[in-house]
Every structure is written in C-alpha cells, then in structure tokens.
T-cell receptor, first 112, second 118 residues
Framework: KQEVTQIPAALSVPEGENLVLNCSFT??????LQWFRQDPGKGLTSLLL?????REQTSGRLNASLDKSSGRSTLYIAASQPGDSATYLC???????????FGKGTRLSVIA | GAVVSQHPSWVICKSGTSVKIECRSL??????MFWYRQFPKQSLMLMAT?????????EQGVEKDKFLINHASLTLSTLTVTSAHPEDSSFYIC??????????????FGPGTRLLVL
C-alpha cells in the first residue's frame, strides 16, 4: 500500500524566498502524481498534475518534478508571497491511477 | 476544470442522529467516487470507494454499517453517517473520477463537509 512522506512538516520563510517541498512515496508504479494546496478549514485546490511520462510540470511560480525510479517528487515555489501560506499536499495514487493517497503535508508560512 | 459539489458544507447535529452528505459531479459522469475523511491537523484518509450501481468498497477500519454509501446515479454519491457520535466529527471530502480523457483519469475534489457532532 502506498505510503507518502512529506518533508519538512512545517516551514516558515520570509517573503521573496525560493523554497522546495519534498515528497517521497513507496510504490513507484504510478501513472501520475498531484500536488494540492489546502488553506485552513478549506478544501483542496489542485496545483499541478505530473504524468509519469513527464519529469516536471510548471504553473506560474510553481514547478513540480517527479522521479518515479527514486520515489520522489519536489514542489518548487519561486519568489514566495504571504498568499502562498497554506498546507501543501503531495498525492500519488495507491497504484496505477487511483485512488490518491495523501501525505501529511507541509505547512508553509510566508512572512511579509 | 471539472466541478464537484458537496452539500451541506457545514452540519452540526446531536449525538445519535444520522447525517447525509451529498456529492455531485456537475459536468461529467462519474462511475467511481471516493470518500475521504480528515481529522484536525491530519492528512486525508480514504474511507471508501463508491461505484455506481454496486456496493461500495471500504478501507480497513471503516465500519460499512456506520458509513452508508449510495451511488445511485452517475452524478451523485451520498454518504450517511448513522448514529453519529462526537468522534465522528471531521472534515469529509468526496472526489469524483472523471472519464479517461488524455490517457489518464483524474480525481476532482468537492469543497468538503465539516461535521460537528455534539
């Protein structure tokens, strides 16, 4: 069964810093992996979906990479802003495609 | 992207009552939906997989007689928490699996339902 670990559990940075969030997973037989954002008390916002055939995916200041062979994915946030403060969740599927399995997340605080 | 709705968004009930939560896929037909639960400061944990026209598949440790799932149509799945107790207070999030489009199927998530049992 897929197990997901996210490091660090929490991160506090000053505004403007570039940062990297790490995710590792145990079952690499996956077709894709998603990164989500969750604001306190809210639902999920999908950020990026990387297919297994891709090595990375970019959306604005966000860049996610996927290394299936090593069971790792990273989310890179450039020029962080206070509005980026949230919990970031990594979610590969249990196997193949679905269902998604979530890590405990990285709680990010960007200080103005 | 695709839209999934949940109703209600908030519910407060007395211990011992039953609560029904609806999950709808608004712009696609979903033969498969998933129900997750999230306790405070914890990750989302899969409770069950809901398949249209058949019985739901529950994850280990989830009581099927307590969490009744009905997926009677291709756009609606319901989760009923029967005889709710304070320990059932949680954030319940559903997800609908879209049909394969560009080779892969994608899960779209509802906004969640926060349940508080007094």
């Amino acid at each position: 069964k897929q197990e997901v670990t996210q490091i660090p559990a929490a991160l506090s940075v000053p505004e403007g810093e570039n940062l990297v969030l790490n995710c590792s997973f145990t079952d690499s037989a996956i077709y894709n992996l998603q990164w989500f954002r969750q604001d306190p008390g809210k639902g999920l916002t999908s950020l990026l979906l990387i297919q297994s055939s891709q090595r990375e995916q970019t959306s604005g200041r966000l860049n996610a990479s996927l290394d299936k062979s090593s069971g790792r994915s990273t989310l890179y946030i450039a020029a962080s802003q206070p509005g980026d403060s949230a919990t970031y969740l990594c979610a590969p599927p249990n196997s193949g495609n679905t269902p998604l399995v979530f890590g405990k997340g990285t709680r990010l605080s960007v200080i103005a | 992207g695709a839209v999934v709705s949940q109703h209600p968004s908030w519910v407060i009930c007395k211990s011992g009552t039953s609560v029904k939560i609806e999950c709808r896929s608004l712009d696609f037909q979903a033969t498969t939906m998933f129900w997750y639960r999230q306790f405070p400061k914890q990750s989302l944990m899969l409770m069950a997989t809901s398949n249209e026209g058949s019985k739901a598949t529950y994850e280990q440790g989830v009581e099927k007689d307590k969490f009744l799932i009905n997926h009677a149509s291709l756009t609606l799945s319901t989760l009923t928490v029967t005889s709710a107790h304070p320990e059932d207070s949680s954030f319940y999030i559903c997800s609908a699996l879209s049909p394969a489009r560009v080779r892969i199927e994608t899960q779209y998530f509802g906004p969640g339902t926060r349940l508080l049992v007094l």
